[in-house]
């Protein structure tokens, strides 16, 4: 019965059409870790794959509603992710993965009084984690433990340490994930993922918020089209993030969300291409804090 090849809460890296900090991405990078359909691995070997996910957060939100932008000095934090990444399975059990990513972030604030807008891009935080997936003869079942790095610059001057592109901090990575079938004949599948992160180090005296992201979906695999497997995808992503702590803004970052992603993937054989749109449905945050209306994320993976 084949698989479907769903990647797991590790590989990917960003932000969404959801909630951040009154001034940063930080509150909310991880939730790109859940919710993507490609990579999951099947069986001993590898795969490489680019990244790019794009966030525009343009409007103030306090509570579970759109909230005056008086209240908020910050007035748009425009993010392009680019990663690159892979994993190599040794065996059916044992595999390791590696996310290397570079952001380019534009912040316009009114911090100093009169507006003023900052370009900056930097390499991010490097996620290095283990994959073990002998939980089932079939590989549906992964459990996943890593590290965040702090390779990111945390340090540019004009970002506040919410908006700045590495939080400063080494974080623990702890998930999970289950693929299965829904119909007989493979057409049908579910699945399901949940990612836990936590800061184990901290540095410039910011703590960032700890973080819990989940996914739940079904795709349906039935469509050929040339080459090409096409499958749609729909899934539930949930996240919670909590305050930040030390210096920057704790009393406005934080918050709990829910989105749903429709999305596409193309499977070529060694080559697979997958793209999703997410919309947030319910948003709650502590303060006010820049969210965006949408997210976009496309993905090229290669089995090697």
């Known amino acids: 019965m084949p698989r479907s090849p769903l990647k797991p809460a590790l590989l990917a890296l ?20 859940v919710g993507t359909a490609s990579l999951l691995p099947s069986g001993p070997g590898g795969s490489v794959f680019l990244e790019y996910d794009f966030l525009n ?17 910050d007035k748009k934090i425009r993010s392009d992710f680019f990663v690159a990444g892979g994993q190599y399975m040794f065996n059916n059990d044992w595999g390791v993965m590696v996310e290397v990513p570079v952001t380019h972030r534009g912040f316009l604030t009114a911090d100093s009084g009169a507006p003023e807008e900052f370009d900056h891009t930097a390499f991010g935080d490097v996620r290095v984690m283990a994959n ?3 939980l089932s003869n079939d590989m549906s079942t992964g459990i996943i433990a890593g590290l965040k790095l702090p390779t990111g610059d945390s340090t540019y001057a004009n970002f506040d340490p919410d908006v700045e592109i590495g939080s400063g901090s080494t974080d623990v990575l702890l998930g999970a994930y289950h693929t299965g079938a829904l119909t007989q004949n493979g057409d049908w599948n579910y699945y399901g ?4 992160q936590h800061q184990i180090a901290t540095q410039h005296h910011y703590t960032p918020g700890s973080e819990l992201n989940g996914a739940a979906g079904v795709s349906y695999q039935g469509w050929t089209v040339g080459t090409a497997q096409i499958s749609p995808v729909f899934q539930f992503i949930a996240s919670y993030r909590g305050r930040d702590g030390g210096v920057g803004d704790p009393a406005n970052t934080g918050y709990a969300r829910l989105l749903v ?3 596409l993937k193309a ?3 060694t080559w697979t291409l997958y793209a999703d749109v997410e919309h947030p449905v319910l948003q709650s945050v502590n303060g006010n804090q820049l969210i965006a209306p949408v997210a976009l994320k496309f993905v090229a993976s290669y089995r090697l």
Do not use: E, K, R
């Open 261 to 263: 992603a429709p999305g």
């Open 267 to 269: 499977d070529f054989g």
């Open 132 to 134: 073990y997936t002998g």
């Open 14 to 33: 960003a932000l969404f059409a959801l909630p951040t900090a009154a001034q940063a991405c930080a509150c909310g990078c991880a939730v790109f870790d």
């Open 193 to 196: 993922q949940i990612m836990w």
């Open 57 to 73: 957060q343009t409007t103030n939100w306090s509570g579970g509603h759109a909230a005056p932008g008086a209240g908020n000095d």
